[in-house]
Nanobody, 114 residues
Framework: QVQLVESGGGLVQPGGSLRLSCAAS????????IAWYRQAPGKDRELVGF???????NYADSVKGRFTISRDGAENKVYLQMNSLRPEDTAVYYC????????WGQGTQVTVSS
């Protein structure tokens, strides 16, 4: 099974940008759908967006127009470009195979604060 590992989190000021990476241990196209999730303290995990192997991308309304998912097949990576960040975007971000049986990674912390 292809493993996914997130990286790129950090502290950023409101209005700033951050790019998260999701590195696959094998062929990223072997995963039908890769999703980005986030979980803020005290809140349920939320689907941020996903990219299908065929290239279709969709986003949650809360991030539409600010976040962009992209893929680099040569590097076996998926990215989450986050612009115009808000304090409410603070969360642990995860990338994961959308298959419910796929394991969760450790995630990467994103903190938006002045």
């Amino acid at each position: 099974q292809v493993q996914l590992v997130e990286s790129g989190g950090g502290l950023v000021q409101p209005g700033g940008s951050l790019r998260l990476s999701c590195a696959a241990s094998g062929n990223i196209f072997s995963i039908s759908t890769i999703a980005w999730y986030r979980q803020a303290p005290g809140k349920d995990r939320e689907l941020v967006g996903f990219i299908k192997a065929g290239g279709y991308i969709n986003y949650a309304d809360s991030v539409k127009g600010r976040f962009t998912i992209s893929r680099d097949g040569a590097e076996n990576k998926v990215y989450l470009q986050m612009n115009s960040l808000r304090p409410e975007d603070t969360a642990v971000y995860y990338c994961k195979d959308l298959d419910p049986d796929a394991p969760w990674g450790q995630g990467t912390q994103v903190t938006v604060s002045s």
